[in-house]
Protein backbone atom coordinates (compact mmCIF):
# COMPACT_ATOMS: atom_id res chain seq x y z
CA UNK A 1 0.00 0.00 0.00
CA UNK A 2 1.01 3.45 -1.24
CA UNK A 3 1.63 5.77 1.59
CA UNK A 4 -0.53 9.03 1.46
CA UNK A 5 2.26 10.95 -0.46
CA UNK A 6 3.15 8.52 -2.97
CA UNK A 7 -0.30 7.90 -3.37
CA UNK A 8 -0.68 11.70 -4.15
CA UNK A 9 2.51 12.07 -6.09
CA UNK A 10 0.97 8.71 -8.78
CA UNK A 11 -1.80 10.53 -9.29
CA UNK A 12 -0.63 13.93 -10.13
CA UNK A 13 1.67 12.17 -12.34
CA UNK A 14 -1.05 9.43 -13.55
CA UNK A 15 1.55 6.88 -12.55
CA UNK A 16 -0.34 4.08 -10.41
CA UNK A 17 -1.70 5.33 -7.37
CA UNK A 18 -3.98 2.29 -5.30
CA UNK A 19 -6.40 4.44 -3.99
CA UNK A 20 -8.36 7.96 -4.03
CA UNK A 21 -6.55 10.69 -2.37
CA UNK A 22 -8.48 12.21 0.19
CA UNK A 23 -9.19 15.80 0.42
CA UNK A 24 -6.71 17.37 2.17
CA UNK A 25 -5.32 14.51 3.60
CA UNK A 26 -1.74 14.97 2.07
CA UNK A 27 -1.48 18.71 2.85
CA UNK A 28 -0.12 19.67 6.58
CA UNK A 29 0.13 22.81 7.02
CA UNK A 30 2.77 24.62 8.66
CA UNK A 31 1.76 27.18 10.95
CA UNK A 32 4.14 30.58 9.77
CA UNK A 33 4.74 32.97 11.72
CA UNK A 34 4.31 35.66 8.75
CA UNK A 35 0.23 34.31 7.79
CA UNK A 36 -0.89 36.22 11.28
CA UNK A 37 0.53 39.27 10.50
CA UNK A 38 -0.38 39.89 6.59
CA UNK A 39 -3.88 38.20 6.89
CA UNK A 40 -4.76 38.14 10.33
CA UNK A 41 -6.26 35.06 12.37
CA UNK A 42 -9.49 34.69 11.51
CA UNK A 43 -11.95 33.28 13.70
CA UNK A 44 -15.87 33.19 13.81
CA UNK A 45 -17.49 36.14 15.38
CA UNK A 46 -14.64 38.80 15.09
CA UNK A 47 -13.42 41.28 13.38
CA UNK A 48 -9.53 42.43 12.69
CA UNK A 49 -7.36 44.22 10.60
CA UNK A 50 -4.87 42.51 8.80
CA UNK A 51 -1.57 43.90 7.89
CA UNK A 52 -1.95 45.99 5.18
CA UNK A 53 -4.49 47.83 6.91
CA UNK A 54 -7.65 46.27 5.82
CA UNK A 55 -10.47 45.37 8.44
CA UNK A 56 -12.08 42.03 8.25
CA UNK A 57 -15.06 40.57 9.47
CA UNK A 58 -15.93 36.36 10.00
CA UNK A 59 -19.46 36.31 11.00
CA UNK A 60 -20.46 33.22 13.14
CA UNK A 61 -22.10 30.49 10.31
CA UNK A 62 -20.60 31.35 7.37
CA UNK A 63 -17.77 29.53 5.33
CA UNK A 64 -14.90 32.43 5.81
CA UNK A 65 -14.35 36.08 6.74
CA UNK A 66 -14.32 39.25 4.11
CA UNK A 67 -13.14 42.60 3.45
CA UNK A 68 -15.01 45.64 4.74
CA UNK A 69 -13.90 47.84 2.09
CA UNK A 70 -16.43 50.28 1.67
CA UNK A 71 -16.73 54.19 2.66
CA UNK A 72 -13.94 55.27 5.20
CA UNK A 73 -13.21 51.66 5.44
CA UNK A 74 -12.01 51.49 1.81
CA UNK A 75 -7.97 51.65 2.24
CA UNK A 76 -7.27 52.52 -1.37
CA UNK A 77 -9.40 55.17 -2.72
CA UNK A 78 -7.88 56.22 -5.70
CA UNK A 79 -5.33 53.38 -7.15
CA UNK A 80 -3.24 56.23 -8.84
CA UNK A 81 -1.64 57.22 -5.21
CA UNK A 82 -1.02 53.62 -4.54
CA UNK A 83 2.23 54.60 -3.90
CA UNK A 84 1.49 57.24 -0.94
CA UNK A 85 -1.15 54.49 0.14
CA UNK A 86 -0.29 51.02 0.29
CA UNK A 87 2.13 49.54 2.74
CA UNK A 88 3.42 46.35 3.03
CA UNK A 89 3.86 44.38 5.74
CA UNK A 90 6.82 43.32 7.17
CA UNK A 91 8.26 40.01 6.65
CA UNK A 92 11.17 39.78 8.12
CA UNK A 93 11.14 38.95 12.20
CA UNK A 94 13.35 37.80 14.55
CA UNK A 95 14.76 34.45 13.55
CA UNK A 96 12.92 33.51 17.29
CA UNK A 97 9.63 34.06 15.83
CA UNK A 98 10.30 31.11 13.22
CA UNK A 99 11.32 28.58 16.25
CA UNK A 100 7.80 27.17 16.58
CA UNK A 101 7.28 26.83 12.97
CA UNK A 102 10.64 24.97 12.57
CA UNK A 103 9.91 22.73 15.72
CA UNK A 104 6.31 22.02 13.73
CA UNK A 105 8.64 21.15 10.38
CA UNK A 106 11.35 18.92 12.43
CA UNK A 107 8.29 16.92 13.95
CA UNK A 108 6.11 15.94 10.60
CA UNK A 109 6.13 12.80 9.11
CA UNK A 110 7.53 13.96 5.71
CA UNK A 111 7.52 10.16 4.30
CA UNK A 112 3.98 10.24 4.70
CA UNK A 113 2.93 14.09 4.31
CA UNK A 114 3.87 17.50 2.36
CA UNK A 115 4.58 19.89 4.65
CA UNK A 116 2.83 22.39 3.18
CA UNK A 117 3.12 26.62 2.94
CA UNK A 118 0.00 28.40 2.62
CA UNK A 119 -0.66 31.99 1.19
CA UNK A 120 -3.98 33.54 1.40
CA UNK A 121 -5.39 36.58 -0.36
CA UNK A 122 -3.54 36.21 -3.85
CA UNK A 123 -3.31 38.82 -6.35
CA UNK A 124 -6.53 39.61 -7.64
CA UNK A 125 -7.84 39.23 -3.83
CA UNK A 126 -5.52 41.47 -2.41
CA UNK A 127 -6.53 44.05 -5.07
CA UNK A 128 -10.20 44.08 -4.15
CA UNK A 129 -9.42 43.90 -0.65
CA UNK A 130 -7.69 47.28 -1.04
CA UNK A 131 -9.81 49.05 -3.07
CA UNK A 132 -13.25 47.07 -3.04
CA UNK A 133 -14.51 45.16 -5.99
CA UNK A 134 -15.99 47.79 -7.80
CA UNK A 135 -13.44 50.10 -7.78
CA UNK A 136 -10.75 47.40 -8.79
CA UNK A 137 -12.81 46.15 -11.58
CA UNK A 138 -13.17 49.83 -13.34
CA UNK A 139 -9.33 50.49 -12.54
CA UNK A 140 -8.57 47.75 -14.86
CA UNK A 141 -10.14 49.67 -17.76
CA UNK A 142 -9.61 53.23 -16.74
CA UNK A 143 -6.30 53.01 -14.43
CA UNK A 144 -4.21 50.03 -16.26
CA UNK A 145 -0.55 51.33 -15.89
CA UNK A 146 -1.22 51.93 -12.30
CA UNK A 147 -3.26 48.46 -11.72
CA UNK A 148 0.08 46.79 -13.38
CA UNK A 149 2.28 48.69 -11.34
CA UNK A 150 0.48 48.15 -8.08
CA UNK A 151 0.31 44.58 -9.13
CA UNK A 152 4.03 44.16 -9.58
CA UNK A 153 4.70 45.59 -6.52
CA UNK A 154 2.47 42.66 -4.55
CA UNK A 155 3.76 40.31 -6.83
CA UNK A 156 7.79 41.08 -5.73
CA UNK A 157 6.03 41.40 -2.06
CA UNK A 158 4.57 37.37 -2.20
CA UNK A 159 8.21 36.45 -3.68
CA UNK A 160 9.35 37.75 -0.20
CA UNK A 161 7.24 34.99 1.59
CA UNK A 162 8.61 32.46 -0.15
CA UNK A 163 12.18 33.83 0.62
CA UNK A 164 11.76 33.73 4.45
CA UNK A 165 9.98 30.20 4.17
CA UNK A 166 13.34 28.97 3.00
CA UNK A 167 15.33 30.64 5.48
CA UNK A 168 14.14 28.38 7.84
CA UNK A 169 12.09 25.18 6.94
CA UNK A 170 11.76 23.40 3.25
CA UNK A 171 8.01 22.96 2.43
CA UNK A 172 7.47 20.71 -0.33
CA UNK A 173 4.10 22.20 -1.17
CA UNK A 174 2.78 25.46 -1.44
CA UNK A 175 -1.45 25.91 -1.05
CA UNK A 176 -2.06 29.64 -2.27
CA UNK A 177 -5.83 31.22 -2.12
CA UNK A 178 -6.97 33.62 -4.94
CA UNK A 179 -10.40 33.40 -6.05
CA UNK A 180 -10.86 34.26 -9.76
CA UNK A 181 -14.93 34.04 -10.16
CA UNK A 182 -18.51 33.20 -9.10
CA UNK A 183 -19.71 29.89 -9.37
CA UNK A 184 -20.94 30.62 -12.84
CA UNK A 185 -18.17 32.84 -14.55
CA UNK A 186 -14.77 34.51 -13.91
CA UNK A 187 -14.44 37.67 -12.54
CA UNK A 188 -12.35 39.04 -15.91
CA UNK A 189 -12.06 37.64 -19.27
CA UNK A 190 -9.56 35.40 -19.92
CA UNK A 191 -7.33 38.09 -22.27
CA UNK A 192 -8.02 40.49 -19.32
CA UNK A 193 -7.09 37.91 -16.89
CA UNK A 194 -3.81 36.98 -18.57
CA UNK A 195 -2.76 40.95 -19.44
CA UNK A 196 -2.84 41.67 -15.64
CA UNK A 197 -1.98 38.57 -13.50
CA UNK A 198 -0.54 35.92 -15.85
CA UNK A 199 3.11 37.09 -15.76
CA UNK A 200 3.13 38.14 -11.98
CA UNK A 201 1.56 34.72 -11.25
CA UNK A 202 4.01 32.82 -13.10
CA UNK A 203 6.92 35.30 -11.00
CA UNK A 204 5.60 34.09 -7.82
CA UNK A 205 4.74 30.48 -8.52
CA UNK A 206 8.28 30.05 -10.47
CA UNK A 207 9.94 32.01 -7.58
CA UNK A 208 8.64 29.11 -5.21
CA UNK A 209 9.46 26.40 -7.39
CA UNK A 210 13.06 27.58 -8.09
CA UNK A 211 13.48 27.87 -3.96
CA UNK A 212 12.76 24.27 -3.70
CA UNK A 213 8.48 23.60 -3.65
CA UNK A 214 7.38 20.50 -5.39
CA UNK A 215 3.81 21.37 -5.90
CA UNK A 216 1.27 24.19 -6.70
CA UNK A 217 -2.05 23.80 -5.13
CA UNK A 218 -3.93 26.34 -5.90
CA UNK A 219 -7.76 27.58 -4.70
CA UNK A 220 -10.22 28.95 -6.60
CA UNK A 221 -13.62 27.84 -5.31
CA UNK A 222 -15.37 29.01 -8.38
CA UNK A 223 -16.30 28.67 -12.03
CA UNK A 224 -12.90 29.25 -13.89
CA UNK A 225 -12.27 26.53 -16.21
CA UNK A 226 -11.74 29.01 -19.29
CA UNK A 227 -8.46 29.97 -17.50
CA UNK A 228 -7.08 26.29 -16.66
CA UNK A 229 -5.13 27.27 -19.43
CA UNK A 230 -3.41 30.14 -17.88
CA UNK A 231 -3.18 28.04 -14.89
CA UNK A 232 -0.93 25.62 -16.74
CA UNK A 233 1.04 28.37 -18.10
CA UNK A 234 1.38 29.70 -14.62
CA UNK A 235 2.64 26.35 -13.06
CA UNK A 236 -0.64 24.93 -11.16
CA UNK A 237 -0.07 21.62 -10.52
CA UNK A 238 -3.17 20.96 -8.64
CA UNK A 239 -6.51 23.42 -8.87
CA UNK A 240 -8.39 23.02 -5.72
CA UNK A 241 -11.94 24.18 -5.66
CA UNK A 242 -13.44 23.75 -9.01
CA UNK A 243 -17.02 23.67 -8.68
CA UNK A 244 -19.34 21.29 -11.02
CA UNK A 245 -20.07 23.77 -12.83
CA UNK A 246 -16.80 24.04 -14.75
CA UNK A 247 -17.87 20.89 -16.31
CA UNK A 248 -14.67 19.10 -14.79
CA UNK A 249 -15.13 15.68 -17.13
CA UNK A 250 -14.58 18.37 -20.19
CA UNK A 251 -11.42 19.53 -18.64
CA UNK A 252 -9.98 16.08 -17.14
CA UNK A 253 -10.34 15.35 -21.30
CA UNK A 254 -9.27 18.31 -22.95
CA UNK A 255 -5.97 18.96 -20.22
CA UNK A 256 -5.25 15.27 -19.31
CA UNK A 257 -1.62 15.28 -17.90
CA UNK A 258 -1.09 18.90 -17.74
CA UNK A 259 -3.07 19.46 -14.28
CA UNK A 260 -5.18 17.88 -11.42
CA UNK A 261 -8.22 18.80 -10.36
CA UNK A 262 -9.34 19.07 -7.00
CA UNK A 263 -13.12 18.88 -5.88
CA UNK A 264 -16.14 18.43 -7.63
CA UNK A 265 -18.48 18.42 -4.42
CA UNK A 266 -19.64 22.34 -3.58
CA UNK A 267 -19.41 23.68 -0.48
CA UNK A 268 -22.42 25.80 -1.43
CA UNK A 269 -24.34 22.76 -2.40
CA UNK A 270 -23.56 20.06 0.40
CA UNK A 271 -22.17 22.33 3.49
CA UNK A 272 -25.59 23.21 4.60
CA UNK A 273 -27.72 22.56 8.25
CA UNK A 274 -29.35 19.84 6.42
CA UNK A 275 -26.25 17.73 4.93
CA UNK A 276 -27.40 13.80 4.71
CA UNK A 277 -24.92 11.36 4.79
CA UNK A 278 -27.40 9.88 1.46
CA UNK A 279 -27.17 13.32 -0.71
CA UNK A 280 -23.39 13.39 -0.03
CA UNK A 281 -23.25 9.62 -1.33
CA UNK A 282 -25.09 10.33 -4.28
CA UNK A 283 -23.11 13.72 -5.32
CA UNK A 284 -20.16 11.63 -4.68
CA UNK A 285 -21.26 8.39 -7.12
CA UNK A 286 -22.24 11.01 -9.78
CA UNK A 287 -18.92 12.47 -9.37
CA UNK A 288 -16.49 9.49 -9.82
CA UNK A 289 -19.67 8.44 -12.65
CA UNK A 290 -18.30 11.76 -14.73
CA UNK A 291 -15.22 11.60 -13.65
CA UNK A 292 -13.32 8.79 -13.66
CA UNK A 293 -9.93 8.47 -11.56
CA UNK A 294 -7.13 10.13 -13.91
CA UNK A 295 -5.95 13.68 -12.34
CA UNK A 296 -8.86 13.78 -9.94
CA UNK A 297 -8.81 14.34 -6.01
CA UNK A 298 -12.32 14.18 -5.24
CA UNK A 299 -13.12 16.53 -2.17
CA UNK A 300 -15.54 19.49 -1.09
CA UNK A 301 -14.72 23.01 -2.44
CA UNK A 302 -13.40 24.95 0.67
CA UNK A 303 -10.53 26.50 1.10
CA UNK A 304 -9.13 24.23 3.79
CA UNK A 305 -9.73 20.91 5.48
CA UNK A 306 -12.66 21.82 7.05
CA UNK A 307 -16.66 22.71 6.91
CA UNK A 308 -18.89 25.36 7.96
CA UNK A 309 -21.19 22.79 9.28
CA UNK A 310 -19.65 19.42 11.61
CA UNK A 311 -19.16 16.57 10.77
CA UNK A 312 -19.40 17.00 6.79
CA UNK A 313 -15.92 17.04 6.11
CA UNK A 314 -14.67 13.73 8.04
CA UNK A 315 -17.52 11.95 6.48
CA UNK A 316 -16.96 13.28 2.57
CA UNK A 317 -13.82 11.30 3.58
CA UNK A 318 -15.48 8.48 4.45
CA UNK A 319 -17.65 8.40 1.49
CA UNK A 320 -14.55 8.44 -1.07
CA UNK A 321 -12.85 5.89 0.32
CA UNK A 322 -16.43 3.73 0.00
CA UNK A 323 -15.30 3.85 -3.76
CA UNK A 324 -11.58 2.50 -3.95
CA UNK A 325 -12.46 -0.97 -4.10
CA UNK A 326 -14.51 -0.19 -6.95
CA UNK A 327 -12.01 2.36 -9.07
CA UNK A 328 -8.62 0.54 -7.32
CA UNK A 329 -9.52 -3.28 -7.86
CA UNK A 330 -6.64 -5.11 -5.90
Known amino acids: MLTIKQNFIETVKGGNPDRFVKQYEYQQWLDDPLFPIYFGIPIPGTEWTNGWGVKNKFP ?7 PLCEGDDKVLKDVTEW ?4 KAPNLVLDPKEWEPCIKQFEEMDKNEYFPTAKVFCGMFEKCHYLMGMEDTMINFYEEPEAMHDLIDFMADWECQIADEHFKYVKPEILFHHDDW ?3 RSTFLSKEMFDEFFLDAYKKIYGHWKDLGIKYIV ?22 QGAVYENNIPELLAE ?5 TIQGGLDNGKYDTPD ?7 AGMKDHLER ?3 DYIIPA ?6 ETTYPGLYEFVSEVIAEFDPIYFPA
Open 83 to 86: KDVV
Open 300 to 305: LTMGGP
Open 181 to 183: GSQ
Open 255 to 259: YKGAI
Open 60 to 66: VGVPGGF
Open 275 to 281: WTEEKVR
Open 218 to 239: HHSDSYAATLVPSMIEMGIDVW
Open 291 to 293: CGK
